[in-house]
């Protein structure tokens, strides 16, 4: 993977920044996002998209499934 993300300073500020997990998920989040517009079975994904599920993030992140489920009803 090559690049980088951007993070304000600001993040600081957010309402979730004390929760870790939800921390840990949104920084996974933009820095697993398409930098380009890809196609993937067949549905455009757009920059700044992604394709992923519940059971592989908790995989990748090391956060509990349920922990993920919760988070990303709050990102929503």
Request: proline letters at 1%; charged letters at 30%.
């Amino acid at each position: 993977m090559v690049g980088w993300v951007k993070i304000y300073r600001k993040l600081t500020d957010w309402e979730w920044y004390n929760d870790s997990h939800m921390v840990h998920l949104f920084i996974h989040l933009l820095l697993m996002a398409n930098t380009e517009d890809n196609e993937w079975k067949g549905v455009m994904i757009k920059r700044g998209q992604l394709v992923t599920g519940r059971k592989s993030l908790s995989r990748d992140t090391g956060i509990p499934e349920r922990t993920v489920r919760t988070c990303l009803s709050r990102l929503e």
